[in-house]
């Protein structure tokens, strides 16, 4: 599968954004859905994710009750939803797959396939 990620950009402290993941070559509802962010200086965080039964999502502490990741299977696509954003969430931002079978079950690490990433910054 590969993954194209968009909808980044520079936003004040406390707007919303949503983030689009595009899919080709396979179906997302195939795959564990994740979105992983890396800051300046940081290592890569997983968080976000989407079962491939669909039915479960997993979040960092850091963005729970702010971002919500959902899927279009008509669209091949993933979303991240994030809103009141903090200059904290500046990153790059990517969208990932993992290979599994069909559960409910959300990893946040062994992801095989990467989106290019997607610039996020919010000013405060």
């Known amino acids: 599968v590969q993954l194209q990620a968009s909808g980044g950009g520079l936003v004040q402290a406390g707007d919303s954004l949503r983030l689009s993941c595009a899919a080709s070559?396979?179906?997302?509802?195939?795959?564990?859905m994740g979105w992983f962010r890396q800051a300046p200086g940081q290592e890569r965080e997983f968080i976000a994710g989407?079962?491939?039964?669909?039915?479960?999502?997993r979040y960092s502490d850091s963005v729970k009750g702010r971002f919500t990741i959902s899927r279009d299977n008509v669209k091949n696509t993933v979303y991240l939803q994030m809103s009141s954003l903090k200059p904290e969430d500046t990153a790059v931002y990517y969208c990932?797959?993992?290979?599994?079978?069909?559960?409910?079950?959300?990893?946040?690490?062994?992801?095989?396939?990467w989106g290019q990433g997607t610039l996020v910054t919010v000013s405060s």
């Open positions: 989407l079962s491939t039964s669909g039915g479960s999502t």
């Open positions: 070559g396979r179906t997302v509802s195939s795959y564990i």
């Open positions: 990932a797959a993992r290979g599994t079978s069909y559960s409910s079950t959300v990893y946040t690490v062994n992801y095989d396939y």
